[in-house]
C-alpha cells in the first residue's frame, strides 16, 4: 500500500468522526427537584422570598438554588429536594419512579409542564408547609434542541425518535421527545433511574438512530 493510499484511508476515517461527532450531543441525569411558583415560595420561605442561584445550569435562565425542601407523600419522605430556578407559573415536582414508589404517589410518566391529572404532595420547609394539589410527575425523556441545530440534526419539534448512548452500558432510548426552540441549548435529559440504565457519567454522549 502507497502512502499515499495510507493517508486517503486516513483522511476518509478522520472525516467520517467528524461527521459522526457532528451529530453527537450531550446527555445529562437530571435528579429529582421542584418548581415553584410565587405562592409556594411564599409559603415556604416568607413573603417576597427571593431564590438564591447556587449553579447554573445548561439550559439558559435555569439555576439550581441553594434552598432545599422536603417532600412528603402517603408512605415516605424525601429530604433536601432540590429547587430549580427562576420561579414558574406552576408547581411542578419532578422524581424518577423509583421516588415514586417510596413516597407512595401514582405519579405518572410525562412531559414537564403537562401537570393534567397528577398527584399532589406536601412541601416542608422546617415548620412551613406547602400543599400541593397536582404537579408530581416523572419526566418523559426528552431531547432539548436549540432552533438552528434541528436542520443538522434532522428533527422537528414534537417529533419522536431513538437515541443511542455511547457509556459503559451502551443502550439506545426508545420514544424520545424532540423539544425544538431558541431557547434551548441542545441536550438530552434522563432520569436517574435512566442513567444507572445506562452507566451513565458527565460527558457522555448519544446520537439520534433512525429505525
Do not use: W
Not at 434551548?184 to 452507566?199: K, L, P, Q, R, V
Request: glycine share 8%; net charge neutral; aromatic share 6%.
Amino acid at each position: 500500500m502507497t502512502k499515499n493510499n495510507i493517508d486517503t484511508i486516513v483522511d476518509t476515517v478522520v472525516s467520517r468522526i467528524y461527521e459522526v461527532m457532528d451529530q453527537t450531543f450531550e446527555i445529562e441525569a437530571s435528579g429529582r427537584h421542584i418548581h415553584l411558583n410565587r405562592e409556594a415560595i411564599d409559603s415556604l420561605f416568607g413573603d417576597g422570598y427571593q431564590l438564591h442561584p447556587s449553579k447554573y445550569l445548561s439550559q439558559p435562565g435555569e439555576f439550581a438554588s441553594e434552598e432545599r425542601v422536603s417532600i412528603k407523600g402517603p408512605k415516605g419522605i424525601i429530604h433536601n429536594v432540590i429547587i430549580l430556578g427562576p420561579e414558574r407559573k406552576n408547581c411542578q415536582v419532578e422524581i424518577s419512579l423509583t421516588d415514586a414508589r417510596s413516597l407512595g404517589v401514582n405519579a405518572p410518566v410525562q412531559l414537564s409542564g403537562n401537570i393534567e391529572n397528577t398527584p399532589g404532595i406536601i412541601m416542608m420547609n422546617g415548620s412551613k408547609s406547602f400543599v400541593l394539589d397536582r404537579g408530581v410527575i416523572v419526566a418523559k425523556r426528552h431531547l432539548h434542541v436549540k432552533d438552528i441545530d434541528a436542520e443538522r440534526l434532522g428533527v422537528k419539534d414534537k417529533e419522536r425518535v431513538s437515541v443511542q448512548v455511547f457509556s459503559e452500558r451502551p443502550l439506545i432510548f426508545d420514544d424520545v421527545i424532540v423539544r425544538v426552540s431558541p431557547k434551548f441549548e441542545t441536550s438530552m435529559h434522563i432520569d436517574y433511574d435512566e442513567a444507572n440504565a445506562c452507566g451513565h457519567k458527565k460527558g457522555v454522549r448519544g446520537r439520534i438512530v433512525k429505525r
